[in-house]
């Protein structure tokens, strides 16, 4: 099925610990996104790609890093996690040309102790 | 900086009944707007969009917004709830740049009573 894939669906981490977590899409979507969803807070954008080798920051950046290898993979990493990240993340495509409307992944939830 | 408030965390109605779930939006310019649900565990899905056409809006589910220019509002409605309705609904204005970043309201989880 055609969509937005994101790797793991949950994980825990212990503080400092490190991950990157993956998302790739199938539709040819130039624009990527990598959000967080947190209780009474809506989602706050992370990170955005316009497309393959750029990246700019969102709302909430700090603490993240993202890498556009190629038009379908946007990956988020966390270089020393801390509770505040503590979060829901969503990755989402679109196509902007077209219809405006986001894909949404169906979500990471990450725990860290 | 566009922005969204979504009034009410928490509705709740009685299956049978009407759905009102309140968005109204800040934009310095004609925006896109947008609603989206998230059921359990799951992501978002776009149940409808407005993007200068029609101010009527009509979406998956039976679901309707109207944008209202003059009030700055699009608020999401449904005739009939059903209790598969159950869920968080989410507002969401289009950042007008190159990069269509959505910035999305604070969400209302719609409760249905049987």
């Known amino acids: 099925n055609a969509g937005v894939t994101q790797t793991p669906k949950f994980q825990v981490l212990k503080t400092g610990q490190s991950m990157t977590l993956q998302c790739a899409q199938d539709?040819?979507?130039?624009?990527m996104y990598w959000y967080r969803q947190d209780p009474g807070m809506g989602l706050r954008l992370i990170y955005y790609?316009?497309?393959?080798?750029?990246?700019d920051k969102g709302e909430v950046p700090n603490g993240y890093n993202v890498s556009r290898l190629n038009k379908r993979e946007f990956s988020l990493r966390l270089e020393s996690a801390a509770p505040s990240q503590t979060s829901v993340y969503f990755c989402?495509?679109?196509?902007?040309?077209?219809?405006?409307?986001?894909?949404f992944g169906s979500g990471t939830r990450l725990t860290v102790v | 900086a566009q922005s969204v408030t979504q009034l009410g965390s928490h509705v709740s109605v009685s299956e049978g009944a009407l759905v009102l779930l309140r968005c109204n939006y800040s934009s310095s310019v004609p925006p896109y707007l947008f609603w989206y649900v998230q059921y359990p565990n799951q992501g978002l899905q776009l149940l409808l969009k407005?993007?200068?056409?029609?101010?009527l809006v009509k979406g998956i589910n039976g679901f309707e917004a109207e944008f209202k220019k003059s009030e700055t509002s699009f608020h999401l409605t449904k005739p009939s709830a059903h209790m598969s309705d159950a869920a968080e609904y989410f507002c969401a204005v289009s950042d007008l740049t190159g990069r269509r970043a959505l910035t999305f309201g604070s969400g209302t989880r719609l409760q249905v009573q049987p």
């Open positions: 539709m040819n979507h130039n624009s």
């Open positions: 790609s316009a497309s393959e080798g750029t990246t």
């Open positions: 989402a495509s679109s196509d902007p040309r077209v219809n405006y409307g986001y894909t």
């Open positions: 407005y993007t200068s056409a029609a101010t």
